[in-house]
């Protein structure tokens, strides 16, 4: 759905029109759950908290102004429903290494004539989530928003509330808390992790959450 679409659809609501918000759930709900799972590490703490940032959002939806993209706005809801989790439970977070990743998050190649090459990325990326769980809630979101939802450092910013200078720092300790943790695992990034939106280089294929 485009944000053209999108903005039609938040007019018939506020119109009234409390079943066109449905759409909006379809388009986003995938996106949602993912970052709050990423953040939570439960399968069932991530339903929670994306029903719960649908709901505030469904309440608040005559706050979004149009300034960002509808997408940006959700995540900074999301992000804030995770964080509240956070503080209440007062624990780290269970470590979920059960998730079914997608091509489109994480742009892993066809390696079914590899069976070696496949477990090792398996692997790698069970050792990433377990990396992204050992992390500081404020330093995971960051990072999540960055490499897997694919955010920009503006597009962040409005989603936490940071200045984009402050996103890019934190975003750089979490990059080296995580190849820290995977290199005393026995994996590593060669250079940190890729960045197709900026360029800048990255190790390969092997550092791709």
């Not at 990325?121 to 377990?130: G, I, M």
Request: hydrophobic residues 35%.
């Amino acid at each position: 759905m485009t944000e053209k679409e999108q903005a039609g659809v938040i007019r018939q609501v506020l119109a009234g029109d409390s079943n066109a918000f449905e759409a909006l759930v379809k388009a986003h709900e995938r996106s949602v759950y993912n970052l709050a799972l990423r953040m939570l590490g439960n399968e069932q703490d991530a339903l929670d908290a994306s029903q719960e940032a649908f709901f505030r959002a469904y309440r608040s939806l005559d706050s979004f102004r149009g300034d960002s993209k509808f997408s940006v706005w959700l995540y900074r809801i999301t992000g804030n429903v995770c964080l509240d989790m956070l503080r209440r439970a007062g624990r780290r977070p269970e470590s979920s290494l059960t998730v079914e990743d997608d091509g489109e998050e994480l742009a892993v190649p066809d390696e079914r004539g590899d069976p070696q090459r496949a477990l090792e990325r398996k692997e790698l990326r069970a050792a990433v989530r377990e990396g992204l769980m050992r992390l500081e809630p404020p330093f995971r979101q960051a990072l999540i928003l960055r490499e897997l939802n694919g955010l920009t450092y503006d597009e962040i910013a409005r989603v936490t509330g940071l200045e984009a200078g402050t996103v890019k720092s934190r975003i750089f300790r979490a990059r080296r808390k995580l190849a820290a943790y995977l290199t005393a695992g026995g994996n590593f990034f060669a250079d940190g992790p890729s960045n197709s939106k900026t360029g800048e280089k990255g190790g390969g294929d092997r550092g791709r959450m």
